[in-house]
């Protein structure tokens, strides 16, 4: 089975900067693609960023601008920059990832999930 493990979470001031880190590890053919979400307490997961394969993003309309997702297909990870950050950015952070395990066998993979606090 795949897993994934994300890393870089922490507490950071408002106007700063975090970068977080996630690794798919297990039975990989390639990668759909992969994606971050967050979510607060009492409230439902969104999603931030994704990205595929060949470098297409997508970001949600509050962290454009500000947030930047990447991935090294070979190293099968992928990353999320974020700047300037503001209290309401506050969340546990979840890397998501849909990867093929063969040419016509794919899973969809969640993370443990890392906290981001933005706070002086």
């Known amino acids: 089975q795949v897993q994934l493990v994300e890393s870089g979470g922490g507490l950071v001031q408002p106007g700063g900067s975090l970068s977080l880190s996630c690794a798919a590890s297990g039975s990989i053919f390639s990668i759909g693609h992969m994606a971050w979400y967050r979510q607060a307490p009492g409230k439902e997961r969104e999603l931030v960023a994704t990205?595929?394969?060949?470098?297409?993003?997508d970001y949600a309309d509050f962290v454009k601008g500000r947030f930047t997702i990447s991935i090294d297909v070979a190293k099968n990870m992928v990353y999320l920059q974020m700047n300037s950050l503001k209290p309401e950015d506050t969340d546990v952070y979840y890397c998501?990832?849909?990867?093929?395990?063969?040419?016509?066998?794919?899973?969809?993979?969640w993370g443990q999930g890392t906290q981001v606090t933005v706070s002086s």
């Open positions: 990205i595929d394969s060949s470098g297409i993003t």
């Open positions: 998501y990832a849909k990867i093929f395990s063969s040419p016509t066998t794919w899973d969809r993979v």
